[in-house]
């Protein structure tokens, strides 16, 4: 199976910082990863997929990069909005698997 | 737009069976893979089952292999989780989601039924 790896488990940031989520792949997945954001007792939305496609209606100030088995999840700009999970996928091979998550918190 | 909503969760003995239902409406259901995804209660999400469009291809995750069984009913427009043997760790919110037929990320999701195993 194919672990995925995500940096760090708990962020501290403030409106306006820069924001970086790192993912990583036990082999390389190429770009098939998704990155999805939840909010406590909501469903996760899907933010990007093929590593750096944004889903309809995400704002501009998520992106994301990466390939084979590093892969990064950016916020250019955090709102209080984006307070949130953050969860990686990759889709590469069955079993399908995510990270373990990585909680932005307001510092 | 896209609608599914999950049915079936609630209380269950330990080692006994469940079975979890998702309505779709909105979209072509036969054209479309199908997933269960869990996340007990303070976790991260783990992907449970796909089901391809037409019932054919089924895939599990290890850790319910043998136990779970995914189907669908095209004809209804409904996905199905019959659960056996259950262990108090599949405890969870249990969402269907929708995957992009070719590609197998999730756009859409069920708001979860909860499953309490005790």
Redesign the interface.
């Known amino acids: 199976d194919i672990q995925m790896t995500q940096s760090p488990s708990t962020l501290s940031a403030s409106v306006g910082d820069r924001v970086t989520i790192t993912c990583r792949a036990s082999q390389s997945i190429t770009n098939w990863l998704a990155w999805y954001q939840q909010k406590p007792g909501k469903v996760p939305k899907l933010l990007i997929y093929w590593t750096s496609t944004l889903g309809s209606g995400v704002p501009s100030r998520f992106s994301g990069s990466g390939s084979g088995t590093e892969f990064t999840l950016t916020i250019s700009s955090l709102q209080p909005d984006d307070f949130a999970t953050y969860y990686c996928q990759q889709y590469n091979l069955y079993p399908l698997t995510f990270g373990g998550g990585t909680k932005v918190e307001i510092k | 737009q896209v609608h599914l909503v999950e049915s079936g969760g609630g209380v269950v003995q330990l080692g006994r069976s469940l079975r979890l239902s998702c309505a779709a409406s909105g979209f072509s259901f036969n054209t479309y893979g199908m ?1 269960w995804v869990r996340q007990a209660p303070g976790k ?4 449970v089952a ?1 089901i391809s469009y037409n019932g054919r291809n089924k ?4 850790s319910v292999k043998g136990r779970f069984t995914i189907s669908r009913d095209n004809s209804k427009k409904t996905l199905f989780l019959q659960m056996s043997s259950l262990r108090a760790d599949d405890t969870a919110v249990y ?1 269907c989601a929708k995957d ?1 037929g070719a ?5 859409s ?4 039924t909860l499953v309490t195993v005790s």
């Open positions: 997933h991260g999400l783990e992907w796909v895939y599990y995750a290890d969402f992009l590609d197998h990320y999730f756009d999701w069920g708001q979860g």
